[in-house]
C-alpha cells in the first residue's frame, strides 16, 4: 500500500513541474533553422553571422505617410526608395521574429510547427541576402518574386503557433502523470477549462500580442512593396501586367491606390465587399446565409486607410455573427429572419471611423466575455464538405453551447482564413485596430445578442509611426 502511494505520488506532478521539464528540454536544443537553398557552406555562414547581426539591430518605425509618395518626388524615385528601405528593413523584422520565436515561454519553442515556423523565417532572411541592394528595373523585377514567396511562406503562421498551442494543451492535459487535484483545487474540472487558459498563460498572451502586431508590419510592408512595383512597372512597360500579385480592390477602382493605401477610401464599400465574402463562405460551409442591413451615417467623404486590413477585420466580426446567428435560429430561421445581423458605419466631421456589428446570436455569458481577447480560446467545431475536414472558427460562443478544445490542423486548407478553428478571429481584429491606434470593444446581451465595435481614426493612423 506504501509503496502504491509513493508510485503515485512520484507520477502526480503539478502543471508548472511540467511546463518546467519543457523549457528546459527547449533550452538545451541549439536552434534549427534549416536549409537555405542553393547556398554553399561559406555563405550559410557568412548569412548566420547577418542574422546574429540583425538580431541585434533595432526596427524602424513607419507611418502610412512615409511609405506614400512625398511632395515633388517622382514615382521612378519613391519607388527605388521605398524598395531600398525595404530591403534594409525587413531582414531585420524577420530576424527579429525568429528570435522572439526561440523565446516563446512554456516549451512552445520545441514544439515542431513552432520550430517549422522558426526555420522559415530564416530561410526568408536567407532569400532577401542573397539579393543586392535595389537601384534597377531589373533589381526591383528580382525582387518582387522573392517578396511574393516570403508572403506565401508566412501566409499560414497564426496556423504553425495555433499547433504549437493545442500541441502545449495537450501536453498539459490531466492524465496519470499531472495532479488532477491542481485544477480541482483552482476550482476546475479539466485542463482546457476556459477561464484557466487565460489565467495562467499571462507570458504567452503578451506574446502573441506583440508578435502579430509585429507581423502586421512586417506583412504590410512587403505587400505594399509588391504593389508599387507592379503599379510603376506596368505603367512604364518594363514589367508585363500579368506579372504580379494584387490584392482585390475592395469595390474601389484599382488605380486610385497607391500600394494597398487608398487615400479616399469609402468604407461602406469595403464593408459590402466583406458582406459578399463571407456571405459566400457561409453558403459554402452551412448552406445558408443570413442577410445582413448595412447602414451608413454621417458625412459622405473618403478616408484615408489601407482597405485590406478593414476587410479583414470585418469578415472576421462576420463570420462570428453569422455563425451564431445560424446556430440560434437553425438555417431556415436564419435565412428568413430580419435583422438578425446588422452593421452600423458612420465617418464624423473629423474623419474618425466608427463600426458597428450587431447581431441577434444569442449573445455570449458574461463569464466568458474576457476570454475573447484570448488566442488560446475557441468554441469552434470542425465541419464537414466535400468528404473533406473543414474547420470552421468562431470565437463567440452561443450561450447554449458549450467550448470545444481545437483539433488538430486538417491537411486540408481551411476556406475561411488561415487561422479558422482556433479562435483568432477576434484577438486579431483587436490586434489590426491597436495597430493603427484605433480601439475595438465587444458588448454582449446574454441571450440576445453581441455588439462589436471597431474605433479607427485614420487621419491619426495615416501619421502614426507603425512598428
Same mark, same amino acid.
Request: one cysteine or more; aromatic letters at 8%; charged letters at 20%.
Given at each position: 500500500?506504501?509503496?502504491?502511494a509513493?508510485?503515485?505520488q512520484r $507520477?502526480?506532478?503539478?502543471?508548472?513541474?511540467?511546463?518546467?521539464?519543457?523549457?528546459? $528540454?527547449v533550452?538545451?536544443?541549439?536552434?534549427? =533553422?534549416?536549409?537555405?537553398?542553393?547556398?554553399?557552406?561559406?555563405?550559410?555562414?557568412?548569412?548566420?553571422?547577418e542574422?546574429?547581426y540583425?538580431?541585434?539591430?533595432?526596427?524602424?518605425?513607419?507611418?502610412?505617410?512615409?511609405?506614400?509618395p512625398?511632395?515633388?518626388?517622382?514615382?521612378?524615385?519613391?519607388?527605388?526608395?521605398?524598395?531600398r528601405y525595404?530591403?534594409?528593413?525587413?531582414?531585420?523584422?524577420?530576424?527579429?521574429?525568429?528570435?522572439?520565436l526561440?523565446? &516563446?515561454?512554456y516549451? +512552445?519553442?520545441?514544439?515542431?510547427?513552432?520550430?517549422?515556423?522558426?526555420?522559415?523565417?530564416?530561410?526568408?532572411?536567407?532569400?532577401?541576402?542573397?539579393?543586392?541592394?535595389?537601384?534597377?528595373?531589373?533589381?526591383?523585377?528580382?525582387?518582387?518574386?522573392?517578396?511574393?514567396?516570403?508572403?506565401?511562406?508566412?501566409?499560414?503562421?497564426?496556423?504553425?503557433?495555433?499547433?504549437?498551442?493545442?500541441?502545449?494543451?495537450?501536453?498539459? $492535459?490531466?492524465?496519470?502523470?499531472?495532479n488532477?487535484?491542481?485544477f480541482?483545487?483552482?476550482?476546475?474540472t479539466?485542463a482546457?477549462?476556459?477561464?484557466?487558459?487565460?489565467?495562467?498563460?499571462?507570458?504567452?498572451?503578451t506574446f502573441?500580442?506583440?508578435?502579430?502586431?509585429?507581423?502586421?508590419?512586417?506583412?504590410?510592408?512587403?505587400?505594399?512593396?509588391?504593389e508599387?512595383?507592379?503599379?510603376?512597372?506596368?505603367?512604364? #512597360?518594363?514589367l508585363?501586367?500579368?506579372k504580379?500579385?494584387?490584392?482585390?480592390?475592395?469595390?474601389?477602382?484599382?488605380?486610385?491606390?497607391? #500600394?494597398?493605401?487608398?487615400?479616399?477610401?469609402d468604407?461602406?464599400?469595403v464593408?459590402?465587399?466583406s458582406?459578399?465574402?463571407?456571405?459566400?463562405?457561409?453558403?459554402?460551409?452551412?448552406g445558408?446565409?443570413?442577410?445582413?442591413?448595412?447602414?451608413?451615417?454621417?458625412?459622405?467623404?473618403?478616408?484615408?486607410?489601407?482597405?485590406?486590413?478593414l476587410?479583414?477585420?470585418?469578415?472576421?466580426?462576420?463570420k462570428?455573427?453569422m455563425?451564431?446567428v445560424?446556430?440560434?435560429?437553425?438555417?431556415?430561421g436564419?435565412?428568413?429572419?430580419?435583422?438578425?445581423?446588422?452593421?452600423?458605419?458612420?465617418?464624423?466631421?473629423n474623419?474618425? +471611423?466608427?463600426?458597428r456589428?450587431?447581431?441577434?446570436?444569442?449573445?455570449?455569458r458574461?463569464?466568458?466575455?474576457?476570454?475573447?481577447?484570448?488566442? +488560446?480560446y475557441?468554441?469552434?467545431?470542425p465541419a464537414?464538405a466535400?468528404?473533406?475536414?473543414?474547420?470552421?472558427?468562431?470565437?463567440?460562443?452561443?450561450?447554449?453551447?458549450?467550448p470545444?478544445?481545437?483539433?488538430?490542423?486538417?491537411?486540408?486548407?481551411?476556406?475561411a482564413?488561415?487561422?479558422a478553428?482556433?479562435?483568432?478571429?477576434?484577438?486579431?481584429?483587436r490586434?489590426i485596430?491597436?495597430?493603427?491606434?484605433?480601439?475595438?470593444?465587444?458588448?454582449?446581451?446574454?441571450?440576445? #445578442?453581441?455588439s462589436a465595435?471597431? =474605433? &479607427?481614426?485614420?487621419? +491619426?493612423?495615416?501619421?502614426?509611426?507603425?512598428?
Open positions: 500500500m506504501l509503496r502504491r509513493l508510485l503515485s $507520477r502526480c506532478r503539478s502543471v508548472e513541474e511540467r511546463l518546467l521539464e519543457l523549457e528546459t $528540454r533550452s538545451s536544443l541549439q536552434p534549427m =533553422y534549416g536549409i537555405c537553398p542553393n547556398v554553399t557552406p561559406e555563405e550559410y555562414s557568412r548569412i548566420y553571422g542574422w546574429e540583425f538580431v541585434r539591430r533595432n526596427q524602424s518605425p513607419v507611418s502610412i505617410a512615409q511609405v506614400l512625398k511632395e515633388n518626388e517622382s514615382s521612378a524615385d519613391h519607388l527605388v526608395n521605398l524598395a525595404v530591403y534594409h528593413e525587413i531582414p531585420i523584422r524577420l530576424a527579429h521574429r525568429g528570435r522572439d526561440d523565446r &516563446l515561454p516549451g +512552445l519553442s520545441h514544439m515542431e510547427p513552432v520550430r517549422e515556423l522558426h526555420r522559415s523565417y530564416f530561410q526568408s532572411f536567407c532569400a532577401m541576402r542573397q539579393l543586392e541592394t535595389p537601384s534597377t528595373t531589373e533589381d526591383l523585377v528580382n525582387l518582387l518574386p522573392v517578396l511574393r514567396e516570403i508572403l506565401a511562406r508566412h501566409g499560414r503562421t497564426l496556423e504553425h503557433i495555433a499547433r504549437g498551442i493545442y500541441n502545449l494543451k495537450q501536453a498539459l $492535459r490531466p492524465t496519470a502523470d499531472i488532477p487535484h491542481l480541482h483545487q483552482s476550482g476546475l479539466r482546457r477549462d476556459k477561464g484557466w487558459w487565460l489565467s495562467n498563460f499571462p507570458r504567452l498572451q502573441l500580442n506583440t508578435f502579430n502586431e509585429s507581423r502586421i508590419g512586417t506583412r504590410f510592408l512587403i505587400a505594399h512593396l509588391m508599387v512595383i507592379i503599379q510603376e512597372g506596368s505603367k512604364e #512597360g518594363w508585363p501586367p500579368d504580379g500579385f494584387r490584392y482585390s480592390s475592395f469595390g474601389h477602382d484599382i488605380d486610385t491606390f497607391t #500600394g494597398l493605401v487608398h487615400k479616399d477610401m468604407s461602406s464599400r464593408i459590402t465587399h458582406i459578399d465574402q463571407v456571405s459566400k463562405e457561409a453558403e459554402a460551409v452551412y445558408t446565409a443570413p442577410k445582413v442591413i448595412l447602414n451608413t451615417h454621417g458625412i459622405n467623404e473618403g478616408i484615408p486607410f489601407v482597405p485590406l486590413y476587410n479583414t477585420m470585418m469578415t472576421e466580426l462576420l462570428n455573427s455563425r451564431a445560424i446556430e440560434k435560429h437553425g438555417r431556415f436564419a435565412q428568413n429572419g430580419s435583422g438578425l445581423i446588422t452593421v452600423t458605419v458612420c465617418v464624423s466631421e474623419k474618425k +471611423l466608427t463600426i456589428v450587431d447581431d441577434k446570436g444569442g449573445g455570449i458574461r463569464s466568458h466575455i474576457d476570454l475573447t481577447q484570448s488566442y +488560446l475557441t468554441t469552434a467545431r464537414y466535400d468528404n473533406s475536414a473543414l474547420e470552421v472558427k468562431c470565437s463567440w460562443e452561443n450561450t447554449e453551447g458549450t470545444h478544445t481545437a483539433p488538430p490542423l486538417s491537411s486540408v486548407p481551411c476556406a482564413s488561415p487561422f478553428g482556433y479562435g483568432y478571429g477576434l484577438p486579431i481584429t490586434c485596430s491597436s495597430y493603427f491606434g484605433g480601439q475595438f470593444e465587444l458588448i454582449s446581451q446574454e441571450g440576445l #445578442g453581441t465595435y471597431i =474605433y &479607427l481614426d485614420p487621419v +491619426l493612423a495615416y501619421n502614426k509611426n507603425l512598428q
